[in-house]
């Protein structure tokens, strides 16, 4: 069974920094590319970044956060990570990972972790 637990979220003031973690478990980790979304109220879930399965690719959405997140992965312990910096009131969301879009076709990735809150509020 595809597991993903989310973990590192917290309340940061504007312009401070966080690091998520994610451990993920029931599949082959090393060989699939991996991504975070995040998910504010109201609002629908949206994909924020993506690393390739050697970790050697990143691509990251353009307009919000390209320039301050940073995704990593250590395939040893089945872990994806994201490095947050200068955050904004409006990266407030509860953080997911997963497989990237095209991949959750596939029945095994079509559930999430509980995800992780990050509230950015002074």
């Known amino acids: 069974q595809v597991q993903f637990v989310e973990s590192g979220g917290g309340l940061v003031q504007p312009g401070g920094s966080l690091r998520l973690s994610c451990e993920a478990s029931?599949?082959?980790?090393?060989?699939?590319?991996m991504s975070w979304y995040r998910q504010a109220p109201g609002k629908e879930r949206e994909w924020v970044a993506r690393i390739s399965a050697s970790g050697g690719t990143t691509n990251y959405e353009e307009s919000s956060v390209k320039g301050r997140f940073t995704i990593s992965r250590d395939n040893a312990k089945n872990m994806v990570y994201l490095q947050m910096i200068s955050l904004q009131p409006e990266d407030t969301a509860v953080y997911y990972c997963?497989?990237?879009?095209?991949?959750?076709?596939?029945?095994?990735?079509?559930?999430w972790g509980q995800g992780t809150q990050v509230t950015v509020s002074s």
């Open positions: 029931g599949y082959t980790f090393s060989t699939y590319s």
């Open positions: 997963n497989v990237p879009p095209a991949y959750r076709t596939d029945i095994r990735f079509g559930s």
